[in-house]
């Protein structure tokens, strides 16, 4: 065993999805590392993947997502505490932060826990309430918490080099991202977005309303994706998702689609996660355990989704998506709650979609043939 790497026996289950709308799941044997669920994937590079797992390890890492459960590795880093936000700038620099607002930062996140060491200062200061964490670049990271934005210029001395500031009294925020140091969209439990082209000044946030919303928009802190500065998606409410090619215009226009599902129970909202490639080609992940995928978007902006994927659980029902990340090369990586990963190295394509499980989770049954559901878009 080296360093702190653990694996256990285990099945692989790779599944299969055909363009005719059936899941064909094939077992084969790998090993397993010890954690089940992941969440807060982030795949800057498709050489690179780290994600916050839970129920054990508490990072889970691969240099090489597309090769199947063998390419990837669970970790336990900072004496095991657990791990709540995560944020990578580059293959040489990510940063999480655990349940004591410790700043940890490695410049090789696959190595193992030799290569994250803990800043210098303490605690980072507002970082408790913390929801979700974007880092452009190593000299810049934001995080919303609530009505307040929380910013750093020089993450790696923490301590109180995390100053706060009241951006948006009339409604919390749980979701940001900042494609770049000069744009970011953060967007609010109500239906709003706030946007700022000076994230750490005083130069405030322009709020914009999309939608009216009671309850829970998105699926928190991966509810908004960019792709650019102009090219940006949001998850809002019951399956609505609203996107723009303008973000840096003075009036950004909003193009609106709705996802339906048929797989929740009644009442049930349906809440996504988003994720979009440098090239704009975008997915989303459900709570109801499918995968929508968009191309680039029509001149007009308008984007068209469907359903490309769906994650079967044991008896046939779907799992819970529960992170989503999305990078240049046609990668796609989803997370459910029980150890499953879908990849995808054509996002748009159905049969593309492949299901491996890397954890100790609830596998699929072996030989199981699962429909696939047709587009829920209007």
């Given at each position: 065993?080296?360093?702190?790497?653990?694996?256990?026996?285990?099945?692989?289950?790779?599944?299969?999805?055909?363009?005719?709308?059936?899941?064909?799941?094939?077992?084969?044997?790998?090993?397993?590392?010890?954690?089940?669920?992941?969440?807060?994937?982030?795949?800057?590079?498709?050489?690179?993947?780290?994600?916050?797992?839970?129920?054990?390890?508490?990072?889970?890492?691969?240099?090489?997502?597309?090769?199947?459960?063998?390419?990837?590795?669970?970790?336990?880093?900072?004496?095991?505490?657990?791990?709540?936000?995560?944020?990578?700038?580059?293959?040489?620099?990510?940063?999480?932060?655990?349940?004591?607002?410790?700043?940890?930062?490695?410049?090789?996140?696959?190595?193992?826990a030799a290569s994250w060491r803990p800043v210098a200062g303490g605690p980072a200061s507002h970082l408790d309430n913390v929801g979700s964490l974007s880092c452009p670049t190593a000299r810049l990271c934001i995080g919303v918490a609530g009505h307040?934005?929380?910013?750093?210029?020089?993450?790696?001395?923490?301590?109180?080099?995390?100053?706060?500031?009241?951006?948006?009294?009339?409604?919390?925020?749980?979701?940001?991202?900042?494609?770049?140091?000069?744009?970011?969209?953060?967007?609010?439990?109500?239906?709003?977005?706030?946007?700022?082209?000076?994230?750490?000044?005083?130069?405030?946030?322009?709020?914009?309303?999309?939608?009216?919303?009671?309850?829970?928009?998105?699926?928190?802190?991966?509810?908004?994706?960019?792709?650019?500065?102009?090219?940006?998606?949001?998850?809002?409410?019951?399956?609505?998702?609203?996107?723009?090619?303008?973000?840096?215009?003075?009036?950004?226009?909003?193009?609106?689609?709705?996802?339906?599902?048929?797989?929740?129970?009644?009442?049930?909202?349906?809440?996504?996660?988003?994720?979009?490639?440098?090239?704009?080609?975008?997915?989303?992940?459900?709570?109801?355990?499918?995968?929508?995928?968009?191309?680039?978007?029509?001149?007009?902006?308008?984007?068209?989704?469907?359903?490309?994927?769906?994650?079967?659980?044991?008896?046939?029902?779907?799992?819970?998506?529960?992170?989503?990340?999305?990078?240049?090369?046609?990668?796609?990586?989803?997370?459910?709650?029980?150890?499953?990963?879908?990849?995808?190295?054509?996002?748009?394509?159905?049969?593309?979609?492949?299901?491996?499980?890397?954890?100790?989770?609830?596998?699929?049954?072996?030989?199981?043939?699962?429909?696939?559901?047709?587009?829920?878009?209007?």
């Open positions: 065993m080296r360093g702190s790497r653990q694996r256990r026996a285990g099945v692989l289950v790779t599944v299969a999805i055909a363009v005719a709308g059936f899941c064909e799941i094939v077992p084969s044997q790998a090993s397993q590392p010890e954690f089940s669920t992941v969440t807060s994937l982030q795949c800057p590079s498709s050489s690179l993947c780290v994600g916050i797992a839970f129920g054990g390890a508490n990072l889970v890492t691969s240099r090489a997502p597309r090769s199947g459960a063998a390419g990837w590795t669970a970790q336990t880093i900072d004496g095991a505490r657990r791990l709540r936000l995560l944020s990578c700038a580059s293959v040489r620099w990510c940063l999480v932060v655990d349940q004591q607002d410790r700043v940890l930062i490695s410049s090789d996140p696959a190595r193992g307040y934005v929380i910013s750093s210029v020089d993450p790696e001395r923490g301590g109180a080099a995390w100053p706060q500031a009241l951006v948006n009294p009339n409604a919390p925020t749980d979701a940001v991202d900042c494609p770049t140091t000069t744009r970011c969209i953060a967007a609010a439990f109500d239906g709003q977005v706030l946007t700022s082209s000076d994230p750490t000044g005083r130069a405030g946030w322009k709020a914009t309303r999309l939608a009216r919303v009671i309850g829970p928009i998105g699926s928190g802190s991966d509810s908004v994706s960019c792709a650019s500065l102009r090219e940006c998606v949001v998850a809002v409410g019951n399956g609505q998702l609203f996107s723009t090619t303008n973000l840096d215009a003075p009036a950004p226009s909003w193009n609106q689609a709705r996802l339906r599902t048929n797989l929740l129970h009644r009442h049930e909202p349906l809440r996504l996660t988003v994720s979009c490639t440098a090239a704009d080609v975008c997915a989303a992940a459900g709570n109801d355990g499918s995968v929508w995928a968009s191309p680039a978007p029509n001149r007009s902006g308008q984007r068209r989704w469907r359903r490309v994927a769906v994650d079967p659980e044991a008896g046939g029902l779907p799992d819970p998506l529960t992170t989503l990340a999305c990078m240049s090369g046609q990668l796609c990586v989803a997370a459910d709650q029980d150890g499953h990963l879908l990849t995808s190295s054509a996002i748009t394509r159905p049969g593309a979609w492949r299901q491996q499980t890397i954890g100790v989770g609830t596998a699929a049954a072996a030989g199981q043939s699962l429909p696939l559901p047709g587009a829920d878009v209007r």
